[in-house]
């Protein structure tokens, strides 16, 4: 078994080679491989919502689980209605109402477990190869790209809520809404045209 302190020498965008202009991405070293998954399923829906707006349809709900593009509105013109999970209760703890947007959720508290008092979850520090030590539970970004909202979800609870409310407020087009750990809320500084309590 390989010990954390060598897989950590194989983590990082430096062993790859990105060649746009031949269309290919070269893996520098034996035994690394690329995981897209923080990104896959926002991509996925982001091109489903480019094909439906070459359609005649007026709105829809891509659904990827956590990720989500809002095209167009429902039958009725109104917008669409997206609850975000109270990580501590059955039930949502307040609703978003969007339209022609991506909104995306991921949070430290589904994919978890606790042994010996430490607490683990599925999102890995890149610099330490162990659960990241964030103060935010849930996370959901809404911006104009699904696959945007979806990295940026994870940035966040690795950059903890401060540095990623200074993040999220500094893009254009992008807001979210952070469940902390002592159960507390916090929003970017427009989060609040899209929320009803």
Same mark, same amino acid.
Do not use: W
């Given at each position: 078994?390989?010990?954390?302190?060598?897989?950590?020498?194989?983590?990082?965008?430096?062993?790859?080679?990105?060649?746009?202009?031949?269309?290919?991405?070269?893996?520098?070293?034996?035994?690394?491989?690329?995981?897209? @998954?923080?990104?896959?399923?926002?991509?996925?829906? *982001?091109? $489903?919502?480019? #094909?439906?707006?070459?359609?005649?349809? !007026? =709105?829809?709900?891509?659904?990827?689980?956590?990720?989500?593009?809002?095209?167009?509105?429902?039958?009725?013109?109104?917008?669409?209605?997206?609850?975000?999970?109270?990580?501590?209760?059955?039930?949502?703890?307040?609703?978003?109402?969007?339209?022609?947007?991506?909104?995306?959720?991921? @949070?430290?508290?589904?994919?978890?477990?606790?042994? *010996?008092? $430490?607490?683990? #979850?599925?999102?890995?520090?890149?610099? !330490? =190869?162990?659960?990241?030590?964030?103060?935010?539970?849930?996370?959901?970004?809404?911006?104009?790209?699904?696959?945007?909202?979806?990295?940026?979800?994870?940035?966040?609870?690795?950059?903890?809520?401060?540095?990623?409310?200074?993040?999220?407020?500094?893009?254009?087009?992008?807001?979210?809404?952070?469940?902390?750990?002592?159960?507390?809320?916090?929003?970017?500084?427009?989060?609040?045209?899209?929320?009803?309590?």
């Amino acid at each position: 078994a390989i010990e954390l302190s060598d897989a950590l020498k194989n983590v990082g965008c430096d062993n790859i080679r990105i060649d746009i202009d031949e269309d290919t991405v070269t893996l520098l070293k034996d035994n690394i491989s690329v995981d897209p @998954g923080g990104a896959a399923k926002g991509y996925i829906a *982001d091109r $489903i919502a480019d #094909h439906l707006k070459t359609q005649s349809i !007026t =709105g829809a709900i891509i659904n990827m689980g956590g990720d989500m593009y809002l095209y167009g509105c429902k039958e009725d013109g109104s917008l669409f209605n997206i609850g975000i999970n109270d990580p501590d209760k059955n039930g949502c703890i307040m609703s978003l109402y969007v339209s022609d947007c991506a909104v995306a959720t991921s @949070g430290t508290y589904e994919r978890c477990f606790t042994k *010996d008092g $430490i607490f683990y #979850h599925h999102i890995l520090d890149p610099a !330490t =190869g162990m659960s990241a030590a964030t103060d935010i539970r849930s996370v959901t970004v809404i911006s104009k790209s699904c696959v945007d909202s979806d990295c940026l979800c994870t940035v966040c609870i690795l950059l903890g809520s401060k540095n990623a409310l200074d993040l999220i407020n500094s893009l254009r087009d992008t807001e979210a809404v952070m469940i902390l750990n002592d159960a507390s809320v916090v929003m970017s500084k427009d989060a609040s045209r899209y929320i009803r309590q």
